[in-house]
């Protein structure tokens, strides 16, 4: 019913910058709460940013003053912003979305594919 496809992973030195796109598509009426995961090997799935439909934001604060997000509400889009990545920034980063179908429904939470991230010296 809902697809999150995300764009822009890769391969970058450390001290980079990388940005990463989620576009939501589907039956939607309406998105909440967007965001984005990340996951290592061998880790759990960790927070990285999440941002409401507001605007207000909330940061990893592995991540606080080094990355940025930010949403288009119309297009239905999220964006990660990532400067100044770390070798510890590697790992494969996941876009949420909490998607109202119909008026009155509840929420349900989906997940784009993910992408993968590595930074390396």
């Known amino acids: 019913q809902v697809q999150l496809v995300e764009f822009g992973g890769g391969l970058v030195q450390i001290g980079g910058s990388l940005r990463l796109s989620c576009a939501a598509s589907?039956?939607?009426?309406?998105?909440?709460?967007m965001g984005w995961y990340r996951q290592a090997p061998g880790k759990q799935r960790e927070l990285v940013a999440t941002i409401t439909r507001g605007g207000s934001t909330n940061y990893a604060d592995s991540v606080k003053g080094r990355f940025i997000i930010s949403r288009d509400n119309a297009k239905n889009t999220v964006n990660l912003q990532m400067n100044s990545l770390k070798p510890e920034d590697t790992a494969v980063y996941y876009c949420?979305?909490?998607?109202?179908?119909?008026w009155g429904a509840g929420t349900a939470d989906y997940w784009g594919q993910g992408t993968q991230v590595t930074v390396s010296s």
């Open positions: 949420h979305a909490n998607v109202a179908l119909a």
């Open positions: 589907g039956r939607i009426f309406s998105i909440y709460d």
